[in-house]
């Protein structure tokens, strides 16, 4: 669904309406805009730098890209994670929501309505730019510390004409409905499969939000 959606997206980008008063998004962040961080962590903590890492990173984003929106007031966050949500919360950051019970019942159901409760932030203006912090899964012993925009949704990188295939579609409804229908749901795939990557690169889960990797310790 993925790749549909980044298709489509790339040829309908120039044509979808903007969010009102919004009509150049591509466009650098001003100070005036608003920025929403999601850092995605585990509720424990005591198996080295997993959790420090998304933190650091967080911070780095926000000392260093979004130091305007800290300095206006205009940085928020929504946590995943106790450890995450203790951490900016204990540092007086504008955390506008936590939720650390996704780690209780990890399934698309449980991640799908914090995906929407941002997608509504953005669609009513309280957001405008949204970058999820998470640790991706790639093996036992080996996670990539990702950075990764949420919203607006871009469009992927032009191939070559060379490179380039095209394929074709028949769209019932036209195909602004269908991109318009899909992206939400696209969106909220993308944050289930960030807040999955994380849960497997914990050195401490088992999968039902247990002790792991670390041998059990309560962490």
Not at 18 to 33: F, I, K, Q, S, T
Not at 112 to 117: G, L
Not at 183 to 205: C, E, F, M, R, W
Request: net charge neutral; hydrophobic share 35%.
């Amino acid at each position: 669904m993925r790749e549909v959606v980044d298709e489509w997206t790339h040829e309908s980008h120039e044509e979808l309406p903007a969010r009102p008063g919004r009509e150049h998004e591509a466009d650098a962040l001003v100070a005036d805009e608003k920025v929403l961080l999601v850092p995605v962590t585990s509720n424990r903590g005591l198996c080295g730098a997993f959790n420090a890492n998304v933190i650091k990173q967080t911070m780095r984003l926000v000392n260093q890209k979004y130091a305007k929106q800290k300095k206006n007031g205009t940085l928020s966050f929504i946590c995943i994670g106790k450890k995450a949500t203790e951490y900016f919360r204990r540092n007086n950051y504008n955390v506008i929501s936590s939720h650390s019970e996704v780690y209780d019942n990890l399934k698309f159901e449980t991640v799908a309505p914090i995906a929407e409760r941002i997608m509504q932030g953005y669609k009513g203006g309280e957001f405008d730019k949204v970058e999820v912090i998470y640790n991706q899964f790639k093996n036992a012993a080996v996670q990539l510390l990702i950075t990764e925009q949420f919203l607006p949704v871009m469009p992927p990188p032009r191939e070559s004409t060379a490179k380039k295939t095209t394929t074709d579609y028949i769209f019932e409804p036209g195909k602004e409905e269908i991109v318009l229908e899909l992206i939400p749901k696209s969106l909220k795939t993308q944050l289930y499969k960030a807040v999955l990557d994380s849960n497997a690169s914990d050195p401490g889960a088992d999968g039902r939000g247990g002790s792991g990797r670390c041998g059990g310790m309560d962490r």
